[in-house]
Structure formats: structure tokens, C-alpha cells
């Protein structure tokens, strides 16, 4: 059965394996997973999955936002499986062709998940980007058509904002799984940083999110500890 704190992802952007190590040992019995974004990965490779896998029972999230020719990607998401990570990530960029593929080459030994828009991308960047009036007016609808997408091409899921789920659930169905960057607890005055699009654990929870990427409110935390705890009840009150 899953626990409040799987809901957590604690997000390892740090430069080294040392500090990786760090929170790795402090952590992994207080989340479900550990994410391992672009800097990391490519400071360490694959050992810092290896030391995620020996700490605990903490899983892996590969956040690497692939964007690539379908066949690179192909087998970029093969080799992420045979890691063992839970979670890889592939922007639903032009072409669906590269999500199948990701899907394809992962061979069910890891999810896919597709990033439909960033959280710190705001409705002005879409449009400066040259999309539609009707995407840049609402980017909640190219989030929606980029998730349908991503189901199509048979992704686990997707990455969107808290305030999106919601709308990801009635398009794509309740098991199809979202997970939420951009979260920030209430206690934590809800700073944005450099999120545009952000949510409390318990908004997101309450909205179907099934993972929540948690990483200042903790990290910055006195007690890292205890933040990741009472980040753990505040989604236990909001499950009821």
C-alpha cells in the first residue's frame, strides 16, 4: 500500500556524488524517490543510481528530459531500464514518433513519463515562443493536448504543475499517473523561485497528483528530517 511519504520525490540538484551521498543517506527512508536531474547524471552516470539503490528502498526518478531523434531516444530509455530506475522523462516535443519510442525501448522496466510544459514557462513564454492564441491564452490546453499525447504514444504518465492534474485525470483517466514539480508547503510562505506555476502538497494531492517533487522546502529545511515528516502528514491530513 503506498505510504504519504512515496508521494515524495526529493530532487538530488546538487554537483557531486559526495553531496548527493549526503541527503541520500539522510533521506532515503523518508521518500519514495530520489530524482536525478541533468547535472548529477552527467557528473556522476550511472553510480549515483547504484548508491540510490544500495541506501534504501528508495527508487530512482531519471529526470533527463530526453529530446532526441526517436532512435537515440530508443535506446537511451533501454539503457535507463536496464539502471532499474522507476521514472524516466521525455519532452512531448514535435514529434510522438520519439515518445513511442521511448516507450518502446524502455520495455516496461521503467515508466515513461512526458514532460508536456515546464513549470517555470508562463503563459508570455509561450506565446513569445510563436504557438496558437489559443495556447498562449491558456497554457493549460497545450498541456492537455501534449498529455493526450503522451498517452497515445503509451507513457505512464506525465510531469505537469499541480494545477493541472485536475484537468490531466479527466482527459487521461485516474491511473494515468502525474507527477507534480512546483511544490511549496504553506508553512514555507509559498515562494515561487523559479516555479511560475506552483501548489501546495495538499492542493496537488487532493487535485489526483500521484508524486509530488518536493526539494527547497526540505532541503533548505533547519531539520531536513522533519520537513520531509511534516511534508509526509500534510499529505497523510489531505488523503484523509
Known sequence: MKKPKDYIIFPLDVSSREEAGHYIRLLSHEIGMFKVGLELFITCGPAIVKDIHDA?????????????????????????????????????GESMRMLTAAVDGSAGKTGILGVTVLTSVSADDIRSAGFRDEFGSDVTALVAKRAAQAKDAGCEGVVSS??????????????????????????????????????TPAQAVLNGSDYLVIGRPIRDAKDPVQAARTISEEIQTALG
Open 56 to 92: 534504501g528502498e528508495a527508487r530512482v526518478f531519471l529526470d533527463l528530459k530526453l529530446h532526441d531523434i526517436p532512435e537515440t531516444v530508443k535506446r537511451a530509455a533501454r539503457a535507463a531500464g536496464e539502471m532499474g530506475v522507476r521514472f524516466l522523462t521525455v519532452h512531448c
Open 162 to 199: 499541480g494545477l493541472e492534474v485536475a484537468m490531466i485525470k479527466t482527459v487521461c483517466g485516474a491511473d494515468f499517473i502525474s507527477v507534480t514539480p512546483g511544490i511549496r508547503p504553506a508553512w514555507d510562505g509559498m515562494k515561487t523561485d523559479d516555479q511560475s506555476r506552483v501548489a
